[in-house]
């Protein structure tokens, strides 16, 4: 049930109230109403009955409707009101409206008054649902933006020039910049980098730039160079170019940055300790040439530790990495008894299905005895080192016989597995977070191998976008019998799209937005899953629930469909009203002309001040018609630009002759151009409206016998004329609505005016694809520019 439409009335007379209220119960049946006539009992109402709308006539004996509009904006700008008034000055009208009334009805059409009000309801629902649109798309934005800002990785967009646009805080850590501003581009940071043989990358070979010219990923490792900070740093850039749909050339480059400047060093480290490892092998081979047949067996292996025993348990090799590995030194142990080294860890599993770990203290310290246990399983094992701390190890035991067959001792080699157990468990971290965010996601996400033809997974929210609480989808279950379950709530024929994309050939990305039975639209995005190596994986389809905004966006086409209608209908209104008025006003002066020239010879010095009258407010009345009319004309496009070749400077002086042959100016005129000829195409029908309106405006609103000033000017490609008076001026504040039809400067509203004159001037001017300009200082004049192009 909708709730009561609350309106405040603001009328003193009982009569026109109760009319008022009669006319909108017409249109609104169910409505709650409070009237008011003192503006103390207007806030009052205001506050405590929170309307929904205000209608107030324009004059009250204590109070007024342009004060009770002022108030009810700014209480709350979303509140309509509309001036119900039996005044018939248009000039009031016209200023409610742009005070920010909804409408303007008068009393003796008091029928339209019901209507405006469902009108202007219309409009404000239009306007809270357009607000909250834009609040949820600035939310929106400001959690991209946090996600962008958080990452770990360095990333930075530029736009198809190679100029940087954005860059986040992760990548201005790692190029060391304080302070990232997209309008400084003098000196990009990137481009002081080196390849590996300290050769300067210039700049069309920089990953970035090479990514928009060839229009292909890129990843390459630079030394990259801050001259400011004197930093040096190893970056591994990876850089991907965007297109948009159906352009060959990208239109910007994504580029993410990666500091391996450390892993680098670690490399080199490596790189030197196995160069030692190889020299110490050597050494060691060449001085215990009784372990020749040994050789073989180091040097395979090398880069892991490994250690030889006799059976007695004393150490006869403990090559340099297992020196680093279990902190050791060879020739300390070499011929004495060997430490404990090794300890085995038993697996469990605990409630949350993840292994944990015990280590067992009942083992011997000699390394023969745990052949056994290290052939059953070489993996949960752990070095003890000298210090007592242990590290994960990879173990193989066994023995080795001599040139005679016979055992000769026992060889271990143990491999450090502590980055792989760190990759392992870092994996499983991942595994479960990845399971959390989709589980979480607003986002239904389901994953499906249609070579299988399996589902993969799947999340909570496919059945409630859906509207199909009792769907059944299950882990490795069958993905054709999801999809026909889908398929049976869709409202039109998109199961076709649903069929392509089972073809497991098909390698589209797509994305569609599909109807349900109940109404309801969903957007559906689906891509391959793909591996660094290009394999696939299956497909994911994500489904959003986007009814809000595809009601929305329908709504919003009808409100631009119903504007274009009413513009039309104003033209009309405008276009048929002028006409009506030129006849009787064309009639009105032939008989005024007739009169003086036939009937009343006799009594002219009585009445031709009379005459007069008639004949000067007849032509106003002709002039301001024709310019509703030519303005009505250019706005609806009924008025097109007949270009014709003409020079601008013989035009100028030609028109200031007609000028002066059809008027006594107030002013002198003067006119001055820098150039001898300017030959252009333009519409000198319509130019000469454009000079009749501007020079008429500087002598209007310009003291008795000063100087209007014409000035034509021409360069290369652009003409202009600049007409210079010594009037009034106009406001600051005011100058930029100098062009809005009917807009009238505070300071001029003493002079007869339309306010039609520079708004007919801007639509002449823009048909002729120019430019127009205005400065303006207060009781100093003003000059108006115009630039019109040559070519």
């Given at each position: 049930?909708?709730?009561?439409?609350?309106?405040?009335l603001?009328?003193?007379?009982?009569?026109?109230?109760?009319?008022?209220?009669?006319?909108?119960?017409?249109?609104?049946?169910?409505?709650?109403?409070v009237?008011?006539?003192?503006?103390?009992?207007?806030?009052?109402?205001?506050?405590?009955?929170?309307?929904?709308?205000?209608?107030?006539?324009?004059?009250?004996?204590?109070?007024?409707?342009?004060?009770?509009?002022?108030?009810?904006?700014?209480?709350?700008?979303?509140?309509?009101?509309?001036?119900?008034?039996?005044?018939?000055?248009?000039?009031?009208?016209?200023?409610?409206?742009?005070?920010?009334?909804?409408d303007?009805?008068?009393?003796?059409?008091?029928?339209?008054?019901?209507?405006?009000v469902?009108?202007?309801?219309?409009?404000?629902?239009?306007?809270?649902?357009?607000?909250?649109?834009?609040a949820?798309?600035?939310?929106?934005?400001?959690?991209?933006?946090?996600?962008?800002?958080?990452?770990?990785?360095?990333?930075?967009?530029?736009?198809?020039?190679?100029?940087?646009?954005?860059?986040?805080?992760?990548?201005?850590?790692?190029?060391?910049?304080?302070?990232?501003?997209?309008?400084?581009?003098?000196?990009?940071p990137?481009?002081?980098s080196?390849?590996?043989?300290?050769?300067?990358?210039?700049?069309?070979?920089?990953?970035?730039?090479?990514?928009?010219v060839?229009?292909?990923?890129?990843?390459?490792?630079?030394?990259?160079?801050?001259?400011?900070?004197?930093?040096?740093?190893w970056?591994?850039?990876?850089?991907?170019p965007?297109?948009?749909?159906?352009?060959?050339?990208?239109?910007?480059?994504?580029?993410?940055?990666?500091?391996?400047?450390?892993?680098?060093?670690?490399?080199s480290?490596?790189?030197?300790?196995?160069?030692?490892?190889?020299?110490?092998?050597?050494?060691?081979?060449?001085?215990?040439?009784?372990?020749?047949?040994?050789?073989?067996?180091?040097?395979?292996?090398?880069?892991?530790?490994?250690?030889?025993?006799?059976?007695?348990?004393?150490?006869?090799?403990?090559?340099?990495?297992?020196?680093?590995?279990?902190?050791?030194?060879?020739?300390?142990?070499?011929?004495?008894?060997?430490?404990?080294?090794?300890?085995?860890?038993?697996?469990?599993?605990?409630?949350?299905?993840?292994?944990?770990?015990?280590?067992?203290?009942?083992?011997?310290?000699?390394?023969?005895?745990?052949?056994?246990?290290?052939?059953?399983?070489?993996?949960?094992w752990?070095?003890?080192?000298n210090?007592?701390?242990?590290?994960?190890?990879?173990?193989?035991?066994?023995?080795?016989?001599?040139?005679?067959?016979?055992?000769?001792?026992?060889?271990?080699i143990?491999?450090?597995?502590?980055?792989?157990?760190?990759?392992?468990?870092?994996l499983?971290?991942?595994?479960?977070?990845?399971?959390?965010?989709?589980?979480?996601?607003?986002?239904?996400?389901?994953?499906?191998d249609?070579?299988?033809?399996?589902?993969?997974?799947?999340?909570?929210?496919?059945?409630?976008?859906?509207?199909?609480?009792?769907?059944?989808?299950?882990?490795?279950?069958?993905?054709?019998?999801?999809?026909?379950?889908?398929?049976?709530?869709?409202?039109?024929?998109?199961?076709?799209?649903?069929?392509?994309?089972?073809?497991?050939?098909?390698?589209?990305?797509?994305?569609?937005?599909?109807?349900?039975?109940?109404g309801?639209?969903?957007?559906?995005?689906?891509?391959?899953?793909?591996?660094?190596?290009g394999?696939?994986?299956?497909?994911?389809?994500?489904?959003?629930?986007?009814?809000?905004?595809?009601?929305?966006?329908?709504?919003?086409?009808?409100?631009?469909?119903?504007?274009?209608?009413?513009?039309?209908?104003?033209?009309?209104?405008?276009?048929?009203?002028s006409h009506?008025?030129?006849?009787?006003?064309?009639?009105?002066?032939?008989?005024?002309?007739?009169?003086?020239?036939?009937?009343?010879?006799?009594?002219?010095?009585?009445?031709?001040?009379?005459?007069?009258?008639?004949?000067?407010?007849?032509?106003?009345?002709?002039?301001?018609?024709d310019?509703?009319?030519?303005?009505?004309?250019?706005?609806?496009?009924?008025?097109?630009v007949?270009?014709?070749?003409?020079?601008?400077?013989?035009?100028?002086?030609?028109?200031?002759?007609?000028?002066?042959?059809?008027?006594?100016?107030?002013?002198?005129?003067?006119?001055?151009?820098?150039?001898?000829?300017?030959?252009?195409?333009?519409?000198?029908y319509?130019?000469?409206q454009?000079?009749?309106?501007?020079?008429?405006?500087?002598?209007?609103?310009?003291?008795?016998?000063?100087?209007?000033?014409?000035?034509?000017?021409?360069?290369?490609?652009?003409?202009?004329?600049?007409?210079?008076?010594?009037?009034?001026?106009?406001?600051v504040?005011?100058?930029?609505?100098?062009?809005?039809?009917?807009?009238?400067?505070s300071n001029a509203?003493?002079?007869?005016g339309?306010?039609?004159?520079?708004?007919?001037?801007?639509?002449?001017?823009?048909?002729?694809?120019?430019?127009?300009?205005?400065?303006?200082?207060?009781?100093?004049?003003?000059?108006?520019?115009?630039?019109?192009?040559?070519?």
């Open positions: 049930m909708n709730p009561k439409v609350k309106i405040i603001v009328e003193d007379v009982e009569t026109d109230a109760l009319l008022a209220v009669h006319e909108i119960r017409k249109a609104i049946p169910d409505i709650e109403l009237t008011v006539d003192t503006e103390e009992a207007f806030r009052e109402a205001l506050a405590s009955f929170h309307p929904d709308l205000v209608v107030t006539d324009y004059s009250l004996p204590s109070f007024d409707g342009m004060t009770a509009l002022k108030i009810t904006l700014a209480h709350d700008a979303l509140i309509p009101v509309i001036i119900f008034t039996g005044s018939q000055n248009e000039s009031i009208a016209v200023e409610c409206i742009k005070s920010g009334a909804v303007y009805v008068l009393k003796e059409q008091q029928r339209r008054l019901g209507q405006a469902v009108n202007a309801l219309k409009q404000k629902e239009v306007q809270r649902k357009k607000e909250e649109a834009l949820m798309l600035a939310e929106s934005e400001q959690t991209n933006r946090y996600l962008y800002e958080s990452m770990a990785q360095g990333v930075i967009y530029r736009d198809h020039q190679g100029k940087i646009i954005r860059m986040n805080r992760a990548a201005q850590s790692i190029l060391g910049i304080d302070h990232f501003d997209a309008g400084d581009q003098s000196a990009d990137l481009y002081h080196f390849y590996d043989n300290g050769t300067s990358v210039p700049r069309e070979s920089y990953p970035a730039i090479r990514a928009l060839t229009g292909q990923e890129n990843h390459i490792t630079l030394l990259y160079y801050n001259r400011q900070k004197d930093i040096r740093k970056i591994t850039h990876h850089s991907r965007e297109f948009r749909k159906g352009e060959k050339k990208p239109f910007r480059v994504f580029s993410t940055m990666e500091d391996i400047t450390e892993h680098k060093r670690l490399i480290e490596i790189s030197q300790l196995n160069q030692l490892l190889a020299e110490r092998v050597v050494t060691r081979t060449n001085e215990i040439n009784r372990l020749s047949n040994l050789n073989s067996a180091i040097l395979d292996n090398a880069g892991t530790a490994v250690m030889v025993f006799n059976h007695d348990n004393v150490v006869q090799l403990f090559n340099p990495a297992a020196e680093k590995m279990f902190g050791y030194v060879a020739t300390s142990l070499t011929g004495k008894p060997a430490p404990r080294l090794f300890k085995r860890i038993e697996a469990s599993s605990s409630s949350s299905n993840s292994e944990t770990f015990h280590e067992t203290d009942n083992q011997s310290c000699k390394v023969a005895d745990l052949i056994k246990e290290v052939n059953t399983n070489r993996d949960n752990v070095g003890i080192r210090d007592g701390t242990t590290l994960p190890v990879k173990l193989t035991v066994s023995t080795f016989k001599d040139e005679t067959g016979s055992e000769a001792g026992i060889i271990a143990a491999v450090d597995t502590t980055a792989e157990k760190e990759a392992e468990e870092a499983r971290r991942n595994e479960s977070l990845m399971k959390l965010v989709m589980a979480t996601s607003p986002l239904a996400l389901l994953v499906i249609h070579r299988q033809d399996t589902v993969l997974y799947c999340n909570q929210k496919l059945s409630d976008i859906w509207g199909q609480p009792g769907l059944q989808v299950r882990i490795s279950g069958k993905a054709s019998a999801v999809f026909t379950q889908l398929a049976s709530a869709l409202a039109g024929d998109d199961n076709q799209f649903f069929l392509e994309l089972q073809d497991p050939g098909n390698h589209a990305v797509c994305e569609k937005t599909i109807q349900l039975k109940g309801n639209f969903i957007k559906c995005y689906t891509d391959l899953i793909l591996g660094e190596s394999k696939c994986y299956g497909r994911l389809y994500t489904f959003e629930d986007v009814t809000r905004e595809e009601e929305y966006a329908r709504s919003l086409r009808v409100s631009i469909e119903k504007e274009k209608e009413l513009n039309e209908l104003k033209s009309k209104i405008v276009r048929l009203t009506e008025f030129k006849t009787p006003l064309a009639s009105i002066l032939m008989a005024s002309e007739t009169l003086q020239h036939y009937g009343m010879k006799q009594v002219d010095g009585k009445f031709s001040v009379y005459f007069e009258r008639i004949d000067k407010n007849v032509l106003y009345m002709k002039e301001m018609i310019k509703f009319l030519n303005l009505s004309r250019l706005e609806s496009g009924h008025l097109p007949q270009l014709t070749p003409a020079d601008l400077v013989r035009f100028t002086r030609e028109w200031l002759v007609d000028y002066h042959d059809k008027n006594t100016p107030s002013a002198t005129i003067l006119f001055k151009s820098e150039c001898d000829e300017c030959n252009m195409h333009m519409d000198t319509l130019m000469e454009v000079l009749n309106n501007l020079v008429s405006n500087g002598i209007k609103y310009s003291p008795e016998g000063s100087t209007v000033t014409i000035e034509v000017a021409a360069t290369d490609d652009t003409a202009s004329i600049t007409i210079t008076d010594q009037g009034i001026g106009i406001p504040d005011e100058q930029q609505n100098v062009f809005s039809t009917f807009f009238r400067a509203r003493k002079t007869a339309t306010g039609l004159g520079l708004a007919t001037v801007k639509q002449i001017i823009d048909l002729h694809g120019g430019r127009i300009g205005i400065s303006s200082e207060e009781n100093r004049g003003t000059q108006v520019k115009v630039e019109l192009p040559l070519n």
